[in-house]
């Protein structure tokens, strides 16, 4: 059993939007991914990953960042994200 895997099946299928909130990394490893390796919950894709570095909104596809940890800086992120994501002038400081 992979820890948080329960019942969310139901409740990602039926929403209207799908929000994620898990660690970015755990044991010194990348948990946001490029493709994921673990069974799906859903066929849908989340609409916002909330972690504890960075908040990212799920475009047609694509992580767009819009909040970053304070004291975090890009590359810092970017080092800790195993997949790829976009930037834009308006990401802000997580509160």
Request: charge should be negative; charged fraction near 20%; aromatic fraction near 2%.
């Amino acid at each position: 059993m992979v820890p948080g895997m329960g019942g969310a099946m139901d409740l990602a299928t039926g929403a209207r939007r799908v929000i994620v909130a898990m660690q970015h990394v755990a044991n010194g490893v990348s948990k946001v991914v490029q493709t994921c390796d673990l069974p799906l919950t859903s066929n849908r894709p989340i609409d916002l990953l909330v972690t504890d570095l960075a908040v990212f909104e799920v475009a047609r596809s694509r992580l767009i960042l819009k909040e970053i940890a304070p004291g975090l800086t890009l590359e810092d992120l970017r080092t800790a994200t195993d997949a790829r994501f976009e930037t834009t002038d308006d990401t802000v400081t997580m509160a």
